[in-house]
């Protein structure tokens, strides 16, 4: 079973933050979370990733609180092309290659 | 990032018929790639975990008889599915980890079972 859960959908005004909650709370100390959407009919696009540390990069931002037991990513400005299923990944860190489970994700509708 | 291809983009067979399905690393080189299974309006499913030169690991459930699984290089891991039925019918998708182990995903190939 997935170690994350996610609301079901959201909808987010063009322009405007979206914020994408995500719970791990039976996360370990090694564990990282990661970030990925896929749009209709697509593979799954890597968006972030962090272990502790809030994370930014040129797509998102990650948000991690401190007992890292949920995160937010933030699109900061979304646009149309936004609009997909986010899936919040956790999978061990180290060296090594480790299988991602899927949860249901969180459809996010980006409305003009 | 890195990418990940995937061959054919779509296809249809007749049932019964066999049907491989490539998944390729373009930029890197990968030991292990993933192969997953989505129908429509559901999440991923992990069907197995593929392993240059050494036999596949399939998730519960799978039947390894039906989908073969063959990793015949660094960049290069095919899926085949034998003795294919319209409940085959679905959205499969690979993936391979890069050094950093960050998975990419390929664009995934919509097979349709007639």
């Known amino acids: 079973d997935a170690k994350t859960t996610q609301p079901t959908s959201m909808d987010c005004a063009e322009g405007r933050a979206a914020n994408l909650p995500c719970n791990h709370s039976t996360i370990s100390g090694n564990e990282y979370v990661y970030w990925y959407r896929q749009i209709h009919s697509q593979g799954p696009q890597y968006i972030i990733h962090?272990?502790?540390n809030n994370e930014t990069n040129e797509m998102a931002s990650l948000i991690i609180t401190e007992d890292r037991k949920s995160s937010t990513l933030i699109l900061p400005h979304a646009t149309l092309r936004d609009t997909a299923v986010y899936y919040c990944i956790v999978r061990p860190g180290g060296s090594g290659t480790y299988k991602y489970i899927f949860g249901t994700g969180t459809r996010l509708k980006v409305l003009a | 990032g890195a990418v990940v291809s995937q061959h054919p983009s779509w296809v249809i067979c007749k049932s019964g018929t066999s049907v491989k399905i490539e998944c390729r690393s373009l930029d890197f080189q990968a030991t292990t790639m993933f192969w997953y299974r989505q129908f429509p309006k559901q999440s991923l499913m992990l069907m197995a975990t593929?392993?240059?030169?050494?036999?596949?690991?399939?998730e519960q459930g799978v039947e390894k008889d039906k989908f073969l699984i063959n990793h015949a290089s660094l960049t290069l891991s095919t899926l085949t599915v034998t003795s294919a039925h319209p409940e085959d019918s679905s959205f499969y998708i690979c993936s391979a980890p890069t050094g950093g182990d960050t998975q990419y995903f390929g664009p995934g190939t919509r097979l349709t079972v007639l």
């Open positions: 962090g272990l502790k």
């Open positions: 593929s392993n240059e030169g050494s036999k596949a690991t399939y």
